[in-house]
């Protein structure tokens, strides 16, 4: 049974740094791409960013320098450091990987960016 697991969200003043995590079970990790999205109130789930298994990575433009993806395959564990965090980085974050031409989810994460 696939599992990912979210830790790390929590409420943080603007400007903050907080770091997230997700663990996953049930895949041969190193063979999975992973990703982070975000879904705020009211809107669409959207992509932050992603790394494959060759560890290449991309990101939003709104998350750019700001916010870095990784990966340690020797724990299965994705990370996402968020820092100079903003008020509009308030969301549910979620983490994704795509192992076999299957998609996986975790059940998400609250960040909360007070101003």
């Known amino acids: 049974q696939v599992q990912l697991v979210e830790s790390g969200g929590g409420l943080v003043q603007a400007g903050g740094s907080l770091r997230l995590s997700c663990a996953a079970s049930?895949?041969?990790?190193?063979?999975?791409?992973m990703g982070w999205y975000r879904q705020a109130p009211r809107k669409e789930r959207e992509l932050v960013a992603v790394?494959?298994?060759?560890?290449?990575?991309n990101y939003a433009d709104s998350v750019k320098v700001r916010f870095t993806i990784s990966r340690d395959n020797a724990k299965n564990t994705v990370y996402l450091q968020m820092n100079s965090l903003k008020p509009e980085d308030t969301a549910v974050y979620y983490c994704?990987?795509?192992?076999?031409?299957?998609?996986?989810w975790g059940q998400g994460t609250q960040v909360t960016v007070s101003s």
């Open positions: 994704k990987g795509r192992y076999i031409a299957r998609d996986y």
């Open positions: 049930g895949i041969i990790f190193s063979m999975t791409n």
């Open positions: 790394i494959t298994t060759s560890a290449t990575t």
